[in-house]
């Protein structure tokens, strides 16, 4: 078993954009509107919501994942571009929330980021534990 010493780095850095995604969510939906729960039905309010909400749905297993796939030996290569695509993806992805809707290319690729780097960490895992 390997030491873990990368993913913490981009934990780190995922950590610093949640307190900013948690930050939007108090003063924009909180404070200016006066909500207590949820989103109050307005949809400028759901947006900024839901991309907190979309963070901390996929960053906590993906970071698990990644961190299990350094554990288990695979290479600091594969590990900073897990970490890197994980990051960027979550950092572009609000930012396409909050353009217009419809097809947004931020927010696809933030997607497909996040989904990418989901999958392969879990083949990675797969791979160090049975290969």
Avoid: C
């Amino acid at each position: 078993m390997e030491d873990v010493v990368i993913t913490p780095l981009y934990a780190a850095a995922l950590g610093i954009i949640l307190l900013i995604l948690s930050i939007r969510v108090v003063a924009v939906v909180r404070a200016k509107g006066g909500i207590n729960y949820g989103d109050g039905g307005n949809a400028d309010f759901t947006t900024v919501v839901r991309g907190q909400g979309n963070f901390i749905e996929y960053v906590p297993l993906i970071l698990i994942l990644i961190a299990f796939a350094e554990a288990g030996g695979t290479s600091a290569t594969y590990i900073h571009a897990m970490g890197g695509a994980l990051l960027v993806g979550r950092i572009i992805h609000p930012m396409g929330l909050t353009q217009a809707m419809g097809i947004n290319p931020m927010r696809f690729i933030g997607t497909n980021l996040t989904w990418i780097t989901l999958l392969a960490s879990s083949v990675f895992v797969l791979m160090n534990q049975f290969g």
